[in-house]
């Protein structure tokens, strides 16, 4: 690939950015949040920035703006340091407006 064709690319981590950032750490969590995107993209990483993450960048649509939200969605692990090393890789990656940590409290079902 050419210098030219990676500098077009828009689905490699650090050339894109996302209005909303979206971290959870189950993978049903994960699911549910991609399945509410538009379009939504795997990021390639590269070797200086890997997709430890799984960075997925879709669009939702909202009825106040008249353009899609950019929303890039992430997963790791239930930890504090996740929540504090994803948070810190996502405002480098993606300079976005807002940062959600989505989750469920408790994974025992209700009957």
């Known amino acids: 690939m050419g210098e030219d064709e990676r500098s077009e690319r828009t689905d490699e981590l650090g050339r894109v950015t996302a209005d909303l950032v979206?971290?959870?750490v189950l993978p049903e969590e994960y699911a549910a949040v991609i399945s509410?995107?538009?379009n939504p993209e795997f990021l390639r990483g590269a070797a200086t920035t890997p997709n430890t993450y799984a960075w997925r960048l879709g669009t939702i649509g909202t009825s106040h703006y008249a353009a899609p939200y950019k929303v890039a969605v992430g997963i790791g692990t239930p930890t504090t340091t996740f929540?504090?090393?994803?948070?810190?890789?996502?405002m480098a990656l993606f300079d976005p407006r807002y940062i959600a940590f989505v989750g469920v409290a408790d994974r025992k079902s209700v009957v």
Do not use: K
């Open 22 to 24: 979206v971290l959870t």
């Open 36 to 38: 509410c995107l538009r």
């Open 83 to 90: 929540g504090a090393l994803a948070g810190r890789q996502a």
